[in-house]
């Protein structure tokens, strides 16, 4: 999952291959980037990044995107399965909407990196019907502007939620 399935721009190679080589850790992506509901120019672009040392990692990030370390919240990511594990670590969002650059980027320790990417290759294969309503719940939002931002996360939400899985960002 170090490549996407939908093509990047060149501004956004660019961004990933420098933050790759700035943080010297390989970039994971998952999500929309890699399904049929990916809108360039509107979807975000999800990314893990797995390190030994998350304080360090998270640092280099911030310094990286020039944010303040506060704009990493906790998560806490939990499998809804029955003794579903929780696995915590950070968040971000990153714009630079000039270059047409959304990225959401999630933090963890590498000893979940199994886990989370067993998991992600799940989000992948989305069953069709899951895939054909979250292509017309975007095209909605995005294209046709029927749905205002509330109602399209909720959408967003039920669809998705049938992947057995949440996030929390903690205080």
Do not use: W
Request: net charge neutral; hydrophobic share 35%.
């Amino acid at each position: 999952m170090e490549t996407t399935r939908n093509p990047l721009t060149q501004n956004q190679l660019d961004f990933f291959h420098s933050l790759r080589l700035y943080i010297n850790k390989p970039i994971y992506f998952y999500g929309s980037i890699q399904r049929a509901d990916y809108f360039p120019g509107h979807s975000d672009i999800d990314v893990d990044i797995f390190t030994n040392n998350e304080e360090s990692t998270k640092y280099a990030l911030c310094n990286f995107l020039n944010l303040n370390k506060n704009e990493f919240r906790r998560s806490a990511y939990k499998n809804k399965e029955p003794g579903g594990k929780v696995i915590y670590g950070y968040k971000t969002k990153y714009e630079d909407i000039a270059k047409d650059i959304r990225v959401e980027i999630s933090l963890y320790d590498e000893s979940v990196k199994d886990f989370i990417m067993k998991d992600n290759l799940q989000k992948i294969d989305l069953p069709l019907y899951v895939s054909a309503c979250l292509v017309i719940v975007k095209f909605l939002h995005y294209r046709v502007g029927l749905m205002s931002e509330k109602t399209f996360r909720r959408s967003k939400g039920v669809l998705l939620d049938d992947l057995n899985e949440s996030y929390i960002l903690l205080p």
